[in-house]
């Protein structure tokens, strides 16, 4: 029972920390704004630290809750299939690679942020049958490499501030 | 704490690996769409910058677009979805040439006799279909 408590508080904690980043992401102004796609993904820093401190469940709950939020607080329902189908597939990436332990930290969450992008251009792929968003692909799979090495170096920092497993 | 080094010295040979990969994937990607783009369906022809026609790719037609006061002849032939000029009276016959086009942006141009011949998809465009 009262481990029950404890994961819901924690789960609630962590969601609430991944929708301010996702907020701080919006208030920042794009750096491409013709590339919509193309974004730091500060919330997954949350994701990158609750799979190497917590654990895989956590990271997938706090993820798919946080995209449920944000869509009905700031976005719409075509935003809403992008994301959870980058989120899927950038989950799905990062808990193999963490499990494999063949990665770094940085390591993780650079695949995590290319299989983001990809997951999401897949989805725009299937809802609009565009070819030329294949061209896309190659600018996200750039941008996907910059994000992950910077929400990487700051989950990495934070995992190291908190040594020990969150129980 | 040697183990601990040894894990994070492999860590960051595989992150490198991971880098690399990805990289050469973007650029395989680049090269694949430049070279193997998706296949429009119909081809527009403009004559002076200004649109002439637009014929189906699904269909096969040869057609004689005559410019300049019907003194030049670019001869357009639609094929098994590939569109090509076969024959015309331009000087440097480097239309002629041209391989057949079939990709969607694919373009074919004739400078001497100011005809461009461009592969699109049709409904990207409002322009009528198959004119003839
Ligand atoms: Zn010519």
Do not use: W
Not at chain 1, 76 to 92: D, I
Not at chain 2, 6 to 11: E, F, G, L, M, W
Not at chain 2, 93 to 106: L, M, S, T, V
């Amino acid at each position: 029972m009262n481990n029950k408590i404890k994961t819901i508080t924690f789960t609630g904690i962590f969601t609430a920390l991944a929708i301010i980043l996702a907020y701080v992401e919006l208030l920042i102004p794009p750096l491409f704004p013709s590339l919509p796609g193309i974004k730091m993904g500060l919330p997954n820093i949350i994701i990158v630290f609750l799979l190497y401190r917590k654990d895989a469940t956590s990271a997938i709950f706090v993820s798919l809750i946080r995209i449920l939020l944000v869509t009905m607080l700031f976005s719409n329902a075509m935003a809403f299939l992008y994301s959870l189908a980058g989120a899927v597939l950038s989950l799905l990436i990062m808990i193999l690679l963490r499990k494999l332990n063949l990665l770094s930290v940085v390591g993780v969450s650079i695949a995590g942020a290319v299989a983001h992008n990809i997951g999401q251009i897949l989805m725009a792929m299937l809802l609009l049958d565009s070819s030329e968003l294949g061209f896309y692909l190659i600018a996200l799979v750039f941008s996907g490499i910059i994000a992950g090495v910077f929400v990487g170096l700051c989950g990495a920092l934070l995992i190291k501030k908190f040594p020990s497993k969150l129980h | 704490m040697e183990k601990q080094k040894t894990t994070n010295k492999r860590h960051l040979r595989n992150d490198i690996i991971l880098v690399a990969v990805l990289l050469l994937f973007a650029i395989a990607c680049g090269i694949y769409l430049f070279f193997f783009r998706a296949t429009g369906d119909a081809v527009k022809v403009t004559v002076n910058g200004k649109p002439y026609a637009t014929y189906s790719l699904s269909e096969n037609r040869e057609v004689n677009i005559y410019t300049g006061n019907n003194k030049q002849l670019n001869r357009l032939i639609v094929k098994d979805g590939k569109a090509f000029i076969e024959t015309a009276t331009c000087p440097d016959k480097i239309c002629a040439e041209h391989r057949a086009i079939f990709r969607d942006g694919e373009s074919i141009v004739c400078l001497p006799n100011r005809v461009v011949v461009t592969v699109i998809k049709s409904d990207k465009t409002d322009a009528p279909d198959a004119v003839t």
